[in-house]
């Protein structure tokens, strides 16, 4: 077993049977993808503990009427990359589900399209017009030799703002800056003033 450094300062979690390492690369993208492009949508609300590393999602496949319900806790990597640090996912009943939906949390909303390779999320609510595409890998050797498709923007991978643990918080204004460093603008909420 192999201790990982992560999480809270000094803080010293144990990679076990459950827990696996997570490895993404994340990219902006200027609007989502074309619906002929699309394998697989989601409607997903996560809902993010507060005080904790704990994430309530409900993943909603319209389209077959299946949905699915899970706690996942993320102790983030103490390193830059693909390696974004241990997940341990725990599948629930809708009971399950609605005794930690009660629990005090922050909120945030989006549609997932499969469109392979890149899982591409877009955003409601006041994070309305961001696009992210994410990319999974089981190796760093795979991570590192992925090209990204024409549509990726820029690589957000080791920019921690773009995660959803600090996008649940953030308001538009910041958003907004955070994009303009990227060269990028939010366009389709001109009805919502800044």
Same mark, same amino acid.
Request: charged share 30%.
């Given at each position: 077993?192999?201790?990982?450094?992560?999480?809270?300062?000094?803080?010293?979690? @144990?990679?076990?049977? $459950? #827990?696996?390492?997570?490895?993404?690369?994340? +990219?902006?993208?200027?609007?989502?993808?074309?619906? /002929?492009?699309?394998?697989?949508? !989601?409607?997903?609300?996560?809902?993010?503990?507060?005080?904790? %590393?704990?994430?309530?999602?409900?993943?909603? %496949?319209?389209?077959?009427? /299946? *949905?699915?319900?899970?706690?996942?806790?993320?102790?983030?990597?103490?390193?830059?990359?693909?390696?974004?640090?241990?997940?341990?996912? =725990? $599948?629930?009943?809708?009971?399950? +589900?609605?005794?930690?939906?009660?629990?005090? #949390?922050?909120?945030? /909303?989006?549609? %997932? &399209?499969?469109?392979?390779?890149?899982?591409?999320?877009? +955003?409601?609510?006041?994070?309305?017009?961001?696009?992210?595409?994410?990319?999974? &890998?089981?190796?760093?050797?795979?991570? @590192?030799? &992925?090209?990204?498709?024409?549509? *990726?923007?820029?690589?957000?991978?080791?920019?921690?703002? +773009?995660?959803?643990?600090?996008?649940?918080?953030? /308001? @538009?204004?910041?958003?907004? =800056?955070?994009?303009?460093?990227?060269?990028?603008?939010?366009?389709? !909420?001109?009805?919502?003033?800044?």
């Amino acid at each position: 077993m192999t201790d990982w450094a992560g999480g809270e300062q000094g803080e010293v979690v @144990r990679r076990g049977k $459950y #827990a696996r390492v997570e490895r993404e690369r994340r +990219f902006l993208l200027v609007e989502p993808p074309a619906p /002929s492009a699309v394998t697989v949508t !989601r409607v997903i609300a996560d809902r993010y503990l507060v005080g904790t %590393r704990l994430r309530l999602r409900r993943a909603e %496949r319209l389209d077959v009427g /299946s *949905c699915e319900l899970k706690l996942t806790q993320k102790v983030p990597a103490d390193r830059p990359g693909a390696v974004q640090g241990l997940i341990t996912n =725990t $599948y629930l009943s809708p009971v399950e +589900f609605d005794l930690l939906a009660s629990l005090p #949390a922050a909120v945030l /909303s989006k549609t %997932r &399209f499969s469109v392979p390779p890149l899982g591409v999320d877009v +955003f409601n609510g006041s994070l309305e017009g961001l696009v992210l595409g994410e990319a999974e &890998f089981t190796s760093d050797e795979e991570a @590192r030799a &992925f090209v990204p498709p024409a549509e *990726c923007v820029a690589e957000v991978t080791k920019d921690v703002r +773009f995660t959803g643990g600090r996008l649940v918080g953030v /308001s @538009r204004r910041e958003l907004v =800056t955070w994009l303009a460093e990227y060269g990028m603008s939010l366009r389709n !909420r001109e009805e919502t003033p800044l």
